[in-house]
T-cell receptor
């Protein structure tokens, strides 16, 4: 069975601080995909990034970076120089990869990030 | 390209009334999903469709819930009769493929309040 754990329920940081959101996952599969989604106060869920299990290179996109480590089953998300607009709930998600059919996505419980001006 | 479009954004209804939520997926996406989000249970998958055909409705909580997808550009989620415990945010999402690497594209959600 798949499981995604986001142990940090809520985090508060002051604007311009760096913040890391933790994500730990469990799966029996060797091939799988990891995702991060953002849910701002307006409510919509926005896809941020996808990573497959064979690609452990870290990724950077502007102030966002992702650190994928299979050895620790973690897929952490760092926001550098946080801004008020980063305030949101962030969800980590896991999907197995098999041939044929739909592969169910397992979501973590989310981490609420509050960036204080 | 327009994203997933849901209506209404907010729905307030009385217990026992019928509620219909609507969704227009992204054009060309083969998969459509209905999720429910609550504080207690987080994001729950209710049902999903592939090429307009319901594939897995095991997440639908009760017979009071039903979903249809009459064509590739429209889906409905109906609750009849509604109950206060159905109060939640309901999301529709679509994806290009069903394989694990295809991200979900969510609509803005419908916030349902049943009094």
């Amino acid at each position: 069975a798949q499981k995604v754990t986001q142990a940090q329920t809520e985090i508060s940081v002051v604007e311009k601080e760096d913040v890391t959101l933790d994500c730990v996952y469990e799966t029996r599969d060797t091939t799988y995909y990891l995702f991060w989604y953002k849910q701002p106060p307006s409510g919509e869920l926005v896809f941020l990034i996808r990573r497959n299990s064979f690609d452990e290179q870290n990724e950077i996109s502007g102030r966002y970076s992702w650190n994928f480590q299979k050895s620790t089953s973690s897929f952490n998300f760092t926001i550098t120089a946080s801004q008020v607009v980063d305030s949101a709930v962030y969800f980590c998600a896991l999907s197995e990869a098999r041939l044929g059919g739909y592969q169910k996505v397992t979501f973590g419980t989310g981490t609420k990030l509050q960036v204080i001006p | 390209d327009a994203g997933v479009i849901q209506s209404p954004r907010h729905e307030v209804t009385e217990m026992g009334q019928e509620v219909t939520l609507r969704c227009k997926p992204i054009s060309g996406h083969d998969y459509l999903f209905w999720y429910r989000q609550t504080m207690m249970r987080g994001l729950e998958l209710l049902i999903y469709f592939n090429n307009n055909v319901p594939i897995d409705d095991s997440g639908m909580p009760e017979d009071r819930f039903s979903a249809k997808m009459p064509n590739a550009s429209f889906s409905t989620l109906k609750i009849q009769p509604s109950e206060p415990r159905d109060s939640a945010v309901y999301f529709c999402a679509s994806s290009l493929y069903g394989s694990g690497n295809s991200p979900l594209h969510f609509g803005n959600g419908t916030r349902l309040t049943v009094t």
